[in-house]
């Protein structure tokens, strides 16, 4: 196969690329990225020699469609995306251009080469925040995105259905709980828990610190995206999840139990605007390809900690 593979300089696309060239040496990996503020090149330093890495925008249609016809590509796996729900919430621009408009730019090179699989990574908030007691989302359940992040997310997942049913293109899409682990990008939950208990600061956790992710560990999430790929049906929604709710204090706390660090440095903050309180996937779609988690969240916090612990104390 001959995969184009876009956002891979990031967080969950550069575990993708890493385990695909170990597990695939036959396949041709093309990255494409625009290198913004989140992404380090480096982290694809392993495979460097056996993919290719080119720096460019998923919304520049002349480039993409060059890419594709240069590299005879049969799949496109999408994780290029702007991700912080923070940032949304000040400047909404750059989450319409690359989540939106990039997504409709590979819809397009879909449309002129009919061929091609788009397996498009998209997240659990595009079905906004569930309360208390609310059954798990199934691929059914309508969209109801909270925030400017996930409605641009649910925007472009509605573009890929619109043209799977108005042009026939071949497309899959994956929706997935929060992801912990090395290489993500320093703004998020989890590494700013880390950054900050190392330093003994104080560790900002939104409200009362009561809203509800359920954690995957990023290799669980590329297996899953790897088996959609491999046994997925075109036109279909794959839910990807570890059925394992816990509250963002609770988090914390197990993360500065690992830290060997108090308590008393978490301090509550002022809570996001429209922030979601808990999200649910149900996980059927996904395990009923055979695929299953197979880190403990436990064991995922270890590796987690021991990374960035290399990272911000070498
Ligand atoms: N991180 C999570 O917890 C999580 C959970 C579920 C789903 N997702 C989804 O997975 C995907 C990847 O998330 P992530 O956390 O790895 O993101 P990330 O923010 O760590 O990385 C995104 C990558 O996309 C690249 N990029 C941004 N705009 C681009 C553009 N216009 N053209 C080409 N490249 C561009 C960035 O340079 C970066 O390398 C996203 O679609 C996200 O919605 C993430």
């Known amino acids: 196969m001959n995969l184009l593979v876009t956002g891979a300089a990031g967080f969950i696309g550069s575990h993708f690329v890493l385990r695909h060239i170990q597990e695939h040496r036959d396949d041709q990996v093309i990255v494409l990225d625009l290198l913004t503020y989140v992404a380090d090149k480096s982290y694809l330093d392993p495979v460097e020699g056996q993919m290719q890495f080119i720096h460019g925008d998923i919304a520049d249609q002349t480039l993409v469609t060059k890419i594709i016809k240069d590299h005879a590509i049969d799949v496109i796996v999408d994780f290029a995306a702007e991700t912080h729900v923070d940032n ?23 449309k002129a080469n009919p061929k091609i699989l788009l397996l498009h990574v998209s997240t659990d908030e595009v079905y906004g925040g569930l309360k208390d007691g609310e059954p798990a989302c199934t ?38 709980t929060n992801n912990y682990g090395p290489h993500q990008a ?35 999430h590329t297996d899953a995206v790897e088996a959609v790929l491999e046994k997925g049906e075109d036109g279909k929604i794959y839910l990807i999840s570890a059925d394992g709710e ?20 978490i301090s509550f903050v002022k809570d996001r605007l429209g922030h979601d309180w808990r999200y649910a996937l149900d996980s059927s779609s996904i395990k009923e390809l055979g695929w299953e988690p197979k880190v403990s969240f436990e064991d995922g916090i270890k590796k987690t900690v021991e990374w960035y612990r290399g990272r911000y104390t070498s």
């Open 88 to 110: 949304s919430i000040s400047d909404a621009a750059p989450f319409l251009h690359t989540n939106v408009i990039g997504v409709q730019s590979l819809i397009e090179a879909c």
């Open 139 to 176: 691929p059914q359940t309508a969209l109801n995105p909270g925030n400017p992040y996930s409605a641009s997310k649910a925007a472009g997942d509605l573009l890929i259905q619109a043209a799977v049913n108005t042009y026939g293109i071949r497309a899959r899409i994956t929706r997935c």
């Open 186 to 220: 320093e703004e998020k939950f989890l590494p700013t828990i880390i950054r900050s208990a190392l330093k003994d600061e104080k560790i900002p956790v939104y409200g009362e610190g009561k809203q509800k992710r359920d954690w995957l560990y990023v290799t669980d």
């Open 246 to 265: 816990r509250e963002n204090i609770e988090t914390a706390k197990t993360m500065l139990d690992v830290l060997g660090k108090p308590h008393d440095l």
